[in-house]
Nanobody, 122 residues
Framework: QVQLVESGGGLVQPGGSLRLSCAAS????????MGWYRQAPGKQRELVAA???????NYVNSVKGRFTISRDNAKKTVYLQMNSLKPEDTAVYYC????????????????WGQGTLVTVSS
């Protein structure tokens, strides 16, 4: 069974850094566009960053210059490097796969991970 497994969340002080990882488990042939979303208490889920197969990326304005999304296709993993963290970055961060193709050439769409909590507080 194909799953997205996030890791790397935790408690960090303002100005600190964290790196989130999202690994696709199971027999994956290829990954399409991948994204990181976040949902703060009482707010809607928002797209933080996305990266396409060709490594082009886009970011929500509030994280530009502080966050970097990257991918390692060989490891079937996507990363979110978060620097200069602010209290308003506190949220549950979710990984999303727009499209995955399994080794059996089955196409899976809109797959979500379970989320990892990031808390920025002194």
């Amino acid at each position: 069974q194909v799953q997205l497994v996030e890791s790397g969340g935790g408690l960090v002080q303002p100005g600190g850094s964290l790196r989130l990882s999202c690994a696709a488990s199971g027999s994956i042939f290829s990954m399409g566009a991948m994204g990181w979303y976040r949902q703060a208490p009482g707010k809607q889920r928002e797209l933080v960053a996305a990266i396409r197969s060709g490594d082009s990326a886009n970011y929500v304005n509030s994280v530009k210059g502080r966050f970097t999304i990257s991918r390692d296709n060989a490891k079937k993993t996507v990363y979110l490097q978060m620097n200069s963290l602010k209290p308003e970055d506190t949220a549950v961060y979710y990984c999303n796969a727009e499209r995955l193709v399994t080794s059996a050439l089955q196409t899976l769409r809109d797959l979500w991970g379970q989320g990892t909590l990031v808390t920025v507080s002194s």
